[in-house]
Structures are given as C-alpha cells and as structure tokens.
C-alpha cells in the first residue's frame, strides 16, 4: 500500500531519497523550497520489512485561469524501476493526490536510460502515455547528458583518462594562474553578474540573483558555488550540486573578456574532486545535445564534456499520466500560445535561442 510523506515521516523519506541509487536532488524536499510557486507532496511505498522501498515526489503548480493544477516528478520514481508492484503503488498513490489537487495530469521524465525497454514497458502497462525525448532540449529536463563514472576512482585515474586536449587546458588554466575558489553567498552578485553575460553571448534568459541566492540556502551542504579567479577577479564561475551518489553539475558562466585562460576546466576538475571527496559514483555534467553534427551550435558544448571521458547517456524521456483528457488538451494549447509568444518577444529582443544552453532544474 502506499503512503503520502508527512511532516513526521519527511525524514525517512529524505534518507531513503539519498541512498537510493536512483536518488535525485529533484526528488529531494529541499528542492520544494527553492521552487516556491509550486507545492510539493510524496508518496511511498514500503516493503515488507516496513521500510521504505519506492518513492515519487511531485511539484503541483495552479493553472493560471484554471481550478486545476498539473503535477510534474521531476527525475522519479525513486525506486528499482523493475519493481512492477511498486511501480503499481506510486501510481495509485499519485492518482489520490492528482484527486487530492484537482490535477489534470502528471508528468515525469525518469533517470533511466532509452535502451532500458523492461521500463518503458511497465510504465505503459500502468497507463502513461510514453514522449520520447527529443534531440534538442526540448524537454523540461535535458533528454542527453555527460555522466563520468567516479566510483572508487582516484585523480590519477580519471585525469589520464580525460583527452589530451582536456588534460593540456587544465594545465594551462594553472599557468596563466587562474585559482579556483568554493566561495559563500557574498559572491552571487559576482557569480549572477558573469552569468548574465553568458546569457546575452549565447542566448538564453537568466535567472535573477535572487534565485541563485535561494538555491543555496535551501541546499545549504548540498550546494556549492565555485568561482574561477586571475588576478583577483572573478571570471567564471559554477553551481553544484551533491546529492546521494551523484555531484551534478547545474549552472556554469564565464567572462567574454578572460576565456583564454581556461577557467571552465579547473571549475569543472574541482566539482569531480568534490563527487571524489563525498565517495560518489556519478559526476553528472548535465546536459548536451543529442544532435552530434559539427553544424549544431551546440555541439562545442559537447566536445567540451566529452572531452572528460564522460559517458554520452540518453534518458527514456517523458511519461504523463492523464486524469482529464479536455483540460490537458486546453492546457497544452495555451502553454504552447505561451512559449510562441516568448520566443516571438525574444526575437523580437534579439536573444532568441537556437537551443536552452544553460542547464534545466525542475522548472
């Protein structure tokens, strides 16, 4: 049977969130405070030792106009994604809550792998309706992404492993004397600064500082904020995430003015040493493209991650779970109105992207 989270079972839920390994910082309750339009709930499933064997949180959003809401679990289940019982349980546990918010649908884009068919299969037996994710950042979450394996790895290891170009800009980053610094929230302003630089070159809209400032709080030890330094000024810097098994890389930004020293390697070599550090098994770089053309403007993005000898891991994409078929289709049409006449307003600005390159975080 499953079981909503409550105040008093928050924490059981949290430590089993974490050493799961299909854990996830999106599933986690800290993440609820740092999206604070949406509210949050989770259901478990527990085995027969009465522990707690499955979960699935969701963030519930009120549809502007509307006396519904849409539910979205980003990055669950949290479970063994063969467990066809437990699978069963969440489902039925998340339809009382989509009962519970008047929700229209249910969303979710799984970290499991596209080739993992035994999934897909038991997903569409429960009823979700399968998307498969496109090449392009099209998704909420990014549909490609680098994962490099740190388990058990030293630095020795995983630095003869990186290419030799990887390996030859690192060393130049320490030569022209950029230090990398994990800095406090004092350096936000700097970091958020920076940040919209990056977002006018490459095209994207940025968040505000005051979300950046949020993150961490909420996060407290599970967030950090690298900054890349030469000659005492702030050129580049990082947000990352470590959660369960895994460090995730999740907002990057760097100067137009000071790209030739490198920064972005040495930014990218202590956030591994910090998934070392905390015995991780992943070292997540996010997303990339899926599209691997030379003529993809994203594809510098990617050889600049593989360049790591990370692992190029394509995700199942999305699954929904319909409750009302004519307000699902309603919503669709106006989110669909509404993200045209953004991309109108961009263009009209001149920062229209081609592709999302700053990395997705649950929306």
């Known amino acids: 049977m499953f079981e909503l989270v409550t105040q008093d079972t928050l924490p059981e839920y949290e430590a089993f969130c974490q050493a799961c ?61 063969h467990d066809e019982e437990a699978l069963a349980e969440l489902t039925r546990g998340a339809a009382a809550l989509a009962k519970k918010h008047r929700a229209y649908a249910l969303r979710m884009d799984p970290d499991v792998k596209s080739d993992d068919t035994r999934f897909v299969e038991l997903m569409e037996k429960l009823g979700y309706r399968r998307k498969a994710g496109g090449k392009n950042f099209e998704g909420i979450q990014p549909n490609y992404v680098f994962r490099l394996n740190v388990k058990d790895k030293t ?48 095209g994207f809209i940025v968040r505000p500082l005051e979300y ?6 909420a996060l ?16 580049a810097g990082t947000l990352a995430i470590h959660y369960g098994n895994k460090v995730w890389y999740l907002y990057g930004a760097s100067s137009n003015q000071y ?17 070392l550090e905390t015995k991780c098994d992943i070292y997540d770089f996010r997303g990339v493209s899926g599209d691997l053309t030379p003529e993809n403007p994203l594809y510098g993005l990617y050889l600049f991650k593989k360049g790591f000898s990370g692992d190029l891991v394509e995700f199942c994409g999305e699954f929904e779970m319909i409750y009302h078929p004519f307000i699902n289709f309603a919503a669709n049409t106006g989110m669909d109105k509404l993200r045209a006449a953004r991309h109108k307003l961009a263009v009209r600005r001149g920062r229209a992207p081609a592709q999302h390159s700053a990395e997705k975080d649950g929306q």
């Open 155 to 202: 630095e020795e290891e995983l630095l003869a492993a990186f290419h030799q170009k990887t390996r030859y800009n690192l060393r130049l980053s320490v030569r022209k004397g950029v230090e990398v610094r994990l800095c406090g929230k004092d350096m936000l302003p700097a970091f958020s600064s920076i940040m919209q630089e990056t977002g006018a070159r490459d």
């Open 259 to 275: 790209r030739n020293v490198m920064p972005n390697y040495q930014l990218q070599w202590e956030m591994i040493r910090w998934a």
């Open 21 to 81: 390994p299909k854990g996830h910082f999106l599933q986690s309750h800290l993440w609820a405070a740092v999206k604070s339009s949406w509210k949050w709930e989770a259901v478990v499933v527990r085995g027969q030792d009465g522990k707690i064997k499955a979960g699935l949180s969701v963030l519930i959003r009120k549809v502007p106009s509307l006396p519904y809401t849409l539910m979205y679990a980003a990055r669950g289940p949290v479970c063994d994604v």
């Open 220 to 235: 407290g030890e599970h967030a950090r904020l690298y900054m890349a330094f030469w000659q005492e000024k702030p050129i």
């Open 212 to 217: 950046f400032e949020t993150m961490l709080d």
